[in-house]
């Protein structure tokens, strides 16, 4: 049972972003490569690679996603957003051959969260990333599941190196689960332990008096 | 870049993913209302520029500007929110008496938050189960007996228990007490549940 009584505003589900979710504020820092398609007066010291006062159109430039997202417009475009690398044939490839192999976390670590942003975005791939993103997810999902059930009391970290945020959220959802269910077992469930909260905190205040 | 500053608030609080509370960065609160006056300037005189001389290519930098606000906007008020909830948490886990170093780490606002949530709290427990009030922070797990074997982990001082008796909670002594009495001090690290 997780008794717990912080419980952060959780990360928003699909293409919906929550605005008030750590995680999600986090995914939408992410850069995505994008191209202007007007000038933007004055405000050419933010593309640190040119003098000029303007930011001049066609310029590349990274910009993270929700400023992308907050520029873009069917309408009237100001910019047009391109792919990042992961997302493209070629990578989708790659994840259609074996999903298992591929270290998410050094490619996202927002994989799935970012892939379900880009659908804002209205690319002629668009149904393509889709289906691969969800592929790559079912075609990981059973590992992190079996993984997340089975180690207790082992070192977890060789595991989650290769998760993407969303998998690790997942795998420690099974390790508290997990847990529990051994605690119960071994008739500690009604034991009384400090809070998680104290013990903490108790730690790095030694450590600060160490240091 | 713009913003910057305010993700940074956001990265402080997501590295101390377990709940707790660091102190409240003033600084950097200031510099992000700092960089939103200064956007928010620049984007009146465009906009009047935009309005009266009609220069309409100056509209992409506008919206520029205005996602940024919005962006700085929406990390302050997740920055706060989300302190707002640890806070709230404190309440469960210590108790109604915080100890001063987590109340260093708060503002004065925050301050009067807790207090005010402490006194909502308390009014809605004495609400509950007929004169004497239920507290609703005991037995979050389901006790198995109503006394438990305690050891303690430091120097406490003196305890009264329901009888009116006064006991001393000194380190590594062992004792039996009811279990209602101590859950909040097991919470707090003081005693430590013994089960034989």
């Given at each position: 049972?997780?008794?717990?009584?912080?419980?952060?505003?959780?990360?928003?589900?699909?293409?919906?972003?929550?605005?008030?979710?750590?995680?999600?504020?986090?995914?939408?820092?992410?850069?995505?490569?994008?191209?202007?398609?007007?000038?933007?007066?004055?405000?050419?010291?933010?593309?640190?690679?040119?003098?000029?006062?303007?930011?001049?159109?066609?310029?590349?430039?990274?910009?993270?996603?929700?400023?992308?997202?907050?520029?873009?417009?069917?309408?009237?475009?100001?910019?047009?957003?391109?792919?990042?690398?992961?997302?493209?044939?070629?990578?989708?490839?790659?994840?259609?051959?074996?999903?298992?192999?591929?270290?998410?976390?050094?490619?996202?670590?927002?994989?799935?969260?970012?892939?379900?942003?880009?659908?804002?975005?209205?690319?002629?791939?668009?149904?393509?990333?889709?289906?691969?993103?969800?592929?790559?997810?079912?075609?990981?999902?059973?590992?992190?599941?079996?993984?997340?059930?089975?180690?207790?009391?082992?070192?977890?970290?060789?595991?989650?190196?290769?998760?993407?945020?969303?998998?690790?959220?997942?795998?420690?959802?099974?390790?508290?689960?997990?847990?529990?269910?051994?605690?119960?077992?071994?008739?500690?469930?009604?034991?009384?332990?400090?809070?998680?909260?104290?013990?903490?905190?108790?730690?790095?205040?030694?450590?600060?008096?160490?240091? | 870049?713009?913003?910057?500053?305010?993700?940074?608030?956001?990265?402080?609080?997501?590295?101390?993913?377990?709940?707790?509370?660091?102190?409240?960065?003033?600084?950097?609160?200031?510099?992000?209302?700092?960089?939103?006056?200064?956007l928010y300037e620049q984007n009146q005189s465009d906009v009047?520029?935009?309005?009266?001389?009609?220069?309409?290519?100056?509209?992409?930098s506008i919206k520029f500007r205005h996602?940024c606000l919005?962006?700085?906007?929406?990390?302050?008020?997740?920055?706060?929110?989300?302190?707002?909830?640890?806070?709230?948490?404190?309440?469960?886990?210590?108790?109604?008496?915080?100890?001063?170093?987590?109340?260093?780490?708060?503002?004065?606002?925050?301050?009067?938050?807790?207090?005010?949530?402490?006194?909502?709290?308390?009014?809605?427990?004495?609400?509950?189960?007929?004169?004497?009030?239920?507290?609703?922070?005991?037995?979050?797990?389901?006790?198995?007996?109503?006394?438990?074997?305690?050891?303690?982990?430091?120097?406490?001082?003196?305890?009264?228990?329901?009888?009116?008796?006064?006991?001393?909670?000194?380190?590594?002594?062992?004792?039996?007490?009811?279990?209602?009495?101590?859950?909040?001090?097991?919470?707090?690290?003081?005693?430590?549940?013994?089960?034989?």
């Open positions: 049972m997780d008794t717990r009584s912080y419980m952060p505003v959780p990360p928003g589900v699909g293409t919906e972003e929550n605005v008030f979710s750590l995680d999600d504020i986090l995914l939408s820092q992410e850069r995505l490569p994008c191209r202007t398609e007007s000038v933007f007066p004055g405000l050419g010291f933010v593309d640190k690679s040119s003098d000029s006062r303007h930011i001049p159109e066609g310029t590349k430039m990274e910009i993270p996603l929700w400023l992308a997202k907050g520029l873009y417009e069917r309408k009237r475009r100001v910019i047009s957003v391109e792919l990042p690398r992961v997302y493209r044939e070629g990578w989708r490839t790659v994840f259609g051959a074996d999903a298992n192999v591929v270290d998410l976390h050094t490619m996202g670590p927002y994989y799935y969260g970012l892939g379900s942003q880009m659908l804002h975005f209205d690319s002629p791939e668009n149904s393509e990333i889709a289906q691969c993103v969800l592929q790559t997810f079912i075609g990981r999902f059973r590992r992190t599941m079996d993984s997340s059930q089975n180690a207790y009391n082992e070192d977890t970290s060789v595991l989650v190196e290769k998760l993407d945020c969303l998998e690790r959220a997942l795998f420690r959802a099974g390790q508290s689960g997990l847990n529990a269910f051994q605690l119960w077992e071994k008739g500690l469930a009604s034991h009384l332990t400090a809070s998680s909260l104290v013990t903490n905190y108790r730690k790095r205040k030694l450590a600060d008096l160490q240091a | 870049m713009f913003c910057e500053k305010a993700v940074e608030l956001v990265r402080e609080l997501h590295r101390m993913s377990d709940g707790q509370l660091p102190a409240f960065n003033e600084d950097g609160i200031r510099q992000v209302l700092e960089e939103m006056k200064a009047n520029e935009a309005k009266t001389e009609g220069k309409s290519e100056l509209i992409p996602c919005l962006r700085n906007q929406r990390c302050i008020t997740a920055y706060l929110y989300d302190r707002l909830l640890r806070i709230r948490a404190l309440r469960w886990e210590y108790g109604s008496v915080l100890p001063t170093t987590i109340r260093f780490h708060m503002c004065a606002e925050e301050v009067e938050w807790f207090n005010q949530y402490k006194k909502s709290l308390a009014s809605y427990m004495r609400s509950l189960g007929g004169e004497e009030g239920l507290d609703i922070t005991q037995d979050m797990k389901p006790p198995k007996s109503l006394y438990i074997e305690v050891r303690c982990l430091k120097d406490h001082g003196e305890f009264e228990i329901d009888d009116g008796t006064v006991i001393l909670l000194k380190k590594n002594s062992q004792h039996f007490l009811p279990r209602w009495k101590c859950e909040q001090l097991i919470r707090q690290g003081v005693l430590e549940h013994v089960i034989s």
